[in-house]
């Protein structure tokens, strides 16, 4: 009796798992199934997203590549030039030849909007102080856009410390180039395309190097189009980086969003600039609390406007120089509507230094609160 009760128990037993094992291959099944269907719903709409964007852009619109193709000229991926937070960026080769810069992006938006808008962005350009982006593959979460490639890369390793070899070798004249080009740049971006762009990320890390140290401006990440004239834009998000953010993008109270904001952002990096060439960090970095426009109005204020910079050659390198500087000042000013637009920097790097005057100090001073930390509110 004893015997028969303990076969049956197995019995139950065994039913049992054979049931459980049945009801998770079927539950198993159907999710598999629903990650199917989720899947393909997210390639189809991605695809019918890329297909109405070409569309879109007609004849103007960039080379569409498949995954496969972007290994195949990066040869997976060998040579890697640098990596950010948007993800890596490699050398390549085109069929003809032709060396490329391929940015792999990461896919922290699933709806892949500020990859299109990156794309949408440049495609609409075609100025000499702009790179050029030769195309771009979206293939579900495998995003990539190619680019011309720069052999002299970043402005940042230009500037990165002013102790470093790289940060001297430029002469004060190819700096002054340099700056020139970008507001050129810029400047095109703000008026010269059909539908104004305003950057959001002007930074050196975003300033590309020709073999002749001819400067574009890349990463239209951020980017934002404004249509017609419009000058004060609504923007919801905060954008740009961290030391060349303009105050007004961190509280409306400085002042409405405009492409004042891009002229703010210029003006932190002709300023970052000079600091490197001219070894200034190392006696800045002496007050962890001081940041570079504060040390230069300190030096302003102690020598009668003067203020001395190294390896300066002649008086065309001094004056040009001393634009810079100047023109710096004034885009940084705390509130929009008392920084030049781009146009007016140009016409100010362009002119005579002896019209130009020295702007009052900012109203944000980072011996009181450094510009990073304030609220946003």
Not at 13 to 19: E, Q, S, T
Not at 74 to 87: A, D, H, P
Not at 94 to 103: G, Q, S, W
Not at 249 to 269: L, P, T
Request: glycine share 8%; charged share 25%; with cysteine.
């Amino acid at each position: 009796m004893k015997f028969n009760l303990i076969l049956l128990a197995a019995g139950a037993l065994a039913a049992g798992v054979l049931i459980s094992a049945v009801l998770l291959f079927f539950f198993w099944s159907k999710c598999s199934s629903c990650r199917y269907l989720i899947s393909s719903k997210s390639v189809r709409k991605d695809r019918e997203k890329v297909e109405a964007f070409l569309k879109l852009q007609g004849n103007n619109a960039p080379k569409r590549f498949r995954y496969r193709d972007i290994k195949k000229m990066t040869q997976s991926f060998k040579s890697k030039l640098g990596q950010g937070g948007y993800g890596g960026v490699y050398k390549g080769k085109l069929p003809d030849e032709r060396a490329v810069a391929v940015k792999i992006l990461n896919t922290s938006k699933s709806d892949g909007e500020e990859f299109l808008n990156e794309v949408a962005s440049i495609s609409r350009t075609s100025h000499v102080n702009i790179v050029s982006l030769l195309g771009f593959c979206f293939e579900g979460p495998k995003r990539a856009l190619v680019y011309e490639f720069m052999p002299n890369g970043s402005l940042e390793k230009f500037q990165s410390d002013g102790k470093s070899s790289a940060a001297q070798q430029l002469r004060w004249q190819t700096l002054n180039e340099i700056a020139l080009g970008i507001a050129r740049g810029l400047e095109y971006l703000h008026r010269g395309c059909s539908t104004r762009i305003l950057h959001f990320d002007i930074k050196p890390h975003n300033i590309l190097l020709d073999e002749k140290f001819c400067p574009k401006i890349s990463d239209f990440g951020l980017a934002k189009l404004c249509l017609g004239e419009e000058s004060i834009i609504s923007m919801q998000d905060m954008r740009g980086t961290p030391g060349y953010i303009a105050p007004e993008i961190f509280s409306r109270n400085f002042g409405g969003v405009s492409h004042k904001s891009d002229v703010y952002s210029y003006g932190m990096m002709i300023l970052e600039m000079i600091g490197a060439k001219n070894n200034i960090n190392e006696e800045v970095d002496n007050c962890s609390s001081k940041y570079f426009p504060d040390w230069i109005y300190d030096r302003l204020e102690l020598n009668a406007d003067q203020i001395k910079l190294a390896d300066i050659s002649d008086e065309v390198e001094e004056e040009s120089t001393r634009k810079m500087l100047i023109v710096g000042l004034w885009c940084i000013q705390t509130h929009p509507s008392d920084r030049p637009s781009i146009k007016r920097v140009l016409e100010m790097l362009e002119g005579n230094v002896k019209s130009l005057r020295i702007p009052t100090r900012p109203l944000l001073k980072s011996t009181e609160e450094p510009l990073e930390t304030f609220s946003t509110t």
